[in-house]
């Protein structure tokens, strides 16, 4: 099943970042962008994860353009189906880590999985207040988070950028084996080439073109 589509995307904020982008996410695939730092990377996951609209182009998740779709639905996909990972976590501060993977609970009516908790290793850190915990610590509870709610689509920009390799692996490892479980899909971009090449597409964003590598 086509999870994602896009078509024809471009976007220019000072200067033109990237134009003619086509792009497809089917169930249980994993897709990995690389590229220069400062290509756009970022700015196409935030194009294809509905918080920002290209300039040109279209983009379709699960069968239906994201620019046709009521705020009703697009609000819906985004609290159930849509999982975002970000270089910089959005957890709510005042609260506890705990806290905030109620949050999501309550807002996605899915149950906190303690397990992975456990395979997160954040379990004996979990009552501290976000702000208490170290920059790794907090990475792992904001994909805890979104693992919560059993996003059909996991976007993940440099989600174990804060970890040591071992945990970062352990955790990338918990991605591949969501998605090959649930069949769902990923679009991971990475600055690590090794990684990138466990995803089974490889994107570059080079020469403000997306090439197929792998
Ligand atoms: N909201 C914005 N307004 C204006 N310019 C922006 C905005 N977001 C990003 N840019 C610019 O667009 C370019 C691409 O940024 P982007 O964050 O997409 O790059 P990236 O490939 O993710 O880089 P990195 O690997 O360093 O994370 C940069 O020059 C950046 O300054
Ligand atoms: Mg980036």
Not at 28 to 43: P, W, Y
């Amino acid at each position: 099943m086509n999870l994602l589509s896009a078509n024809n995307l471009s976007h220019t904020f000072e200067y033109k970042l990237f134009s003619d982008v086509a792009l497809e996410l089917n169930s249980g695939e994993t897709i990995a962008i690389i590229g220069m730092s400062g290509s756009g990377k970022s700015t196409l996951l935030h194009i294809l994860s509905t918080l920002l609209t290209q300039d040109e182009g279209s983009v379709s998740l699960f069968g239906e353009d994201i620019e046709k779709m009521s705020k009703k639905r697009l609000g819906e996909i985004k609290r159930h189906d849509l999982g975002l990972i970000f270089q910089s976590h959005y957890l709510f501060n005042g609260f506890s880590a705990y806290e905030n993977l109620e949050v999501s609970e309550i807002l996605s009516q899915s149950k906190i999985d303690e397990i992975l908790l456990e395979r997160l290793k954040i379990q004996e850190v979990i009552h501290n207040r976000v702000t208490k915990l170290s920059g790794g610590q907090q990475q792992r509870v904001s994909i805890a988070r979104v693992m919560t709610k059993q996003p059909k689509i996991i976007f993940a920009d440099e989600p174990t950028g804060n970890l040591d390799n071992k945990t970062a692996d352990e955790v990338m490892e918990l991605f591949f084996e969501y998605c090959r479980d649930k069949n769902a899909g990923m679009i991971l971009v990475t600055h690590d080439e090794n990684l990138a090449h466990k995803c089974q597409k490889v994107y570059k964003l080079e020469d403000r073109k997306l090439q197929q590598l792998q």
